[in-house]
């Protein structure tokens, strides 16, 4: 069975502090609905791309006002860590969780983040691998350093790791280190191909992960992908129009708000059209995790708790019993 996730990049249009306590109320909404999952984005300076540079903190705020609800980074930016704080503070948060953290990882950020933390971004993908073997010591138990080892010790992390990546070289990395595989809600098109779809970019990630995992692993394979449901399909465009085409987000060239739905491979309208547009994307079929977030749309908030709520009542369960 798919587990059910609600995603939030923290970007409600309100000051820092109000961002953080409507999150709050987001993924608390989503724990009460049945959703068993609830990730976070890392961004660093830049308040219109997303609103958290310090996930874990937030998720320790977000682990004292729930009970079951999974909770996790989508993503830690590790090139701009330290692994081995990382390492101590997810091992303090999963014992403070009741050990319901789970750790997403990636290489990405922008190239002026990369200069404001002292590291060269031309490296990022050196420093990644690097750090990531560092995280993956520390949580074995290893050495890490004049015999120094983590206290608390977190060997359950090991299994609770997640890879965001948008190439199949990275789907096979993900694949080979029995990590779970996270797939964007939507991803640049290949230069000269821009009609593909995002289930065919992402169909040779997935499979170059389960080619490379090795024989009796369980597969990991989290879906994020952008879904908006509103009691009527007017409202749900009326919100999607205004978001979609706000400054700074890449629009294509003519049409109106369903094309700007396509560019961003969102899910829009009612309960029934979003069930019936997430029904034709086929790399559902194979995922594990189906997570939920409403950027880049980005509603007001009220909006997002409905969205929520619709979600849980009516599209989850219509997608149970089809073949996603």
Known sequence: M?????????????????????????????????????????????????????????????????????????IITLPLEHPVRVAEDAAVLDLLSGGRLEVGVAGGGTPSAFEAFGKDPARRNEIYAEHL?????????????????????????LDAIWEATFSVGGGERAGLAEHGLMLSRTQPRPEGRPELSLAEIQKPIVDAYYAALPPGVTPRIMASRTAFVADTREEALHWAAQGLARPGLPQPDGGGVDELIAAWDAHVGTPE?????????????????????????????????????????????ALEGSTV
């Open 2 to 74: 798919t587990r059910l996730g609600f995603f939030t990049r923290l970007l409600d249009d309100v000051p820092p502090a109000e961002r953080y306590r409507l999150a709050l109320e987001q993924i608390v909404h989503a724990e009460r609905l049945g959703f068993e999952t609830a990730w976070v984005a890392q961004h660093h300076f830049d308040g219109e791309e997303g609103g958290l540079p310090a996930p874990l903190v937030f998720l320790s705020h977000v682990a004292a006002r729930t009970e079951r609800i999974r909770i996790g980074t989508g």
């Open 133 to 157: 073997e560092v995280l993956v010591n520390a949580w074995s138990g290893g050495d890490l350093g004049g015999g120094k080892r983590l206290y608390p010790p977190a060997p359950r992390l």
């Open 273 to 317: 059209d979003v069930v019936a547009s997430l029904k034709a994307d086929p790399t559902l079929k194979r995922v594990t995790d189906l997570v939920f977030q409403v950027h880049s749309i980005d509603p007001p908030h009220e909006q997002v708790l409905r969205s929520i709520e619709l979600i849980a009542t009516e599209v989850a369960p």
